[in-house]
């Protein structure tokens, strides 16, 4: 009898892990895929370019948007508009964004991957069209963006990964 008690409560704690870590593996919600977001932004992709930091831009880039962008970041660069894919923490995770800047405007910010447990309500276009045509004014955005109740880290994330966006397509060569 005893022994049946304790294959029991074995097997309920076995299967109260297996839940467990199956939600921690299906955190991520994959919204839109690379190639389809670049599919979005141009007529025909352009080739991947490389835009390489040297340490004083990286410390600029991370004094502006709290962010490290590393030595070099990937973007894609057609018809004066950039685009790039950057990952930014929210709370614990990252969140995968695609943001097109044209003429020094955001031309389009997109979650494409959100992998928090909360406040995934910033990859819906009512929230990311406050982005549109958003400039950077003296290091800060050129307008408020309102904030999503139980999202606040998501908001300051997207905030801080439009700036960096914005900032990267500014160290460009020009056309």
């Not at 490389?50 to 970041?73: N, V």
Request: glycine share 6%; with cysteine.
């Amino acid at each position: 009898m005893l022994m049946r008690v304790f294959v029991k409560a074995a097997g309920w704690a076995s299967l109260t892990l297996m839940l467990c870590f199956s939600a921690v593996a299906q955190a991520e919600d994959v919204y839109l895929s690379v190639p389809d977001y670049l599919a979005e932004q141009y007529e025909t992709v352009p080739s991947p370019s490389m835009l390489w930091l040297d340490e004083a831009q990286r410390k600029d880039a991370e004094a502006l948007s709290g962010e490290d962008p590393g030595f070099r970041q990937r973007y894609w660069q057609a018809d004066r508009k950039s685009s790039w894919v950057i990952n930014v923490i929210g709370r614990d995770h990252p969140i995968t964004l695609g943001i097109s800047v044209k003429d020094g405007k955001l031309a389009a910010l997109r979650v494409l991957i959100y992998r928090e447990s909360r406040g995934w309500e910033v990859r819906h276009p009512f929230f990311t069209r406050q982005f549109d045509q958003a400039t950077l004014d003296k290091g800060k955005l050129d307008r408020d963006i309102d904030n999503i109740t139980g999202a606040t880290l998501s908001v300051n994330a997207l905030q801080r990964a439009a700036k960096l966006a914005l900032w990267l397509d500014s160290q460009l060569p020009t056309e």
